[in-house]
T-cell receptor, first 114, second 112 residues
Framework: GGIITQTPKFLIGQEGQKLTLKCQQN?????MYWYRQDSGKGLRLIYY???????QKGDLSEGYDASREKKSSFSLTVTSAQKNEMAVFLC?????????????FGPGTRLTVL | GEKVEQHESTLSVREGDSAVINCTYT??????FPWYKQEAGKSLHFVID?????DRKQSQRLIVLLDKKAKRFSLHITATQPEDSAIYFC???????????FGTGTTVSVSP
């Protein structure tokens, strides 16, 4: 088995601040994802990466940057936190290839912007 | 952009009854349809999936049906138990199968 860890678990920021969230997986999966979960809106894809140094934009990429420096880790940066923003950011990973495969999710980072 | 619509936002059932969650999708290229469960305070985990080459799949008390013509798929939870209470998300593959679009979630409550 494997595990996905996300740090930090809780993140409190100020309006306009640049904030970085980190994700690590030891499944040896090729593809990793960042989602944002808002109450009542399901999960929305921000970025994903199919291999090291690859980045693909999701529907919600504006306002975010991502970085995949190595296979096991995927970082997400909120470029300018919005006042009163509250959301949970979920990282996930899956083995390579097309055709769809199960995604494994991390525990999430809960963001609050004051 | 492509969308997945999850029709029921909440569902309340009595223990032992069935719960049915319906989803529709827009991407005609979607070929993979997984379902995920999120229990209170926890992250998502995979429960069952169906691919476009079949129209029915069962895993224990879970049944997934797929109607490609109508671009509709559904999750049937039979003989519900209290531990089935959770938020369920449907999803459909997109971007050549490399990503998923999720529905907005259905909160299922099973009462004794």
């Amino acid at each position: 088995g494997g595990i996905i860890t996300q740090t930090p678990k809780f993140l409190i920021g100020q309006e306009g601040q640049k904030l970085t969230l980190k994700c690590q997986q030891n499944f040896n999966h090729d593809t990793m994802y960042w989602y944002r979960q808002d109450s009542g809106k399901g999960l929305r894809l921000i970025y994903y990466s199919i291999t090291e140094n690859d980045l693909q934009k999701g529907d919600l990429s504006e306002g975010y940057d991502a970085s995949r420096e190595k296979k096991s880790s995927f970082s997400l940066t909120v470029t300018s936190a919005q006042k009163n923003e509250m959301a949970v950011f979920l990282c996930a990973s899956t083995p390579s290839g097309t055709g769809g495969k199960e995604q494994y999710f991390g525990p999430g980072t809960r963001l609050t912007v004051l | 952009g492509e969308k997945v619509e999850q029709h029921e936002s909440t569902l309340s059932v009595r223990e032992g009854d069935s719960a049915v969650i319906n989803c529709t999708y827009t991407d005609t290229a979607s070929s993979y349809f997984p379902w995920y469960k999120q229990e209170a305070g926890k992250s998502l985990h995979f429960v069952i999936d169906i691919r476009s080459n079949v129209d029915r799949k069962q895993s224990q008390r879970l049944i997934v049906l797929l109607d490609k013509k109508a671009k509709r798929f559904s999750l049937h939870i039979t003989a519900t138990q209290p531990e089935d209470s959770a938020i369920y998300f449907c999803a459909a593959s997109t971007q050549g199968g490399r990503a998923l679009i999720f529905g907005t979630g259905t909160t299922v409550s099973v009462s004794p």
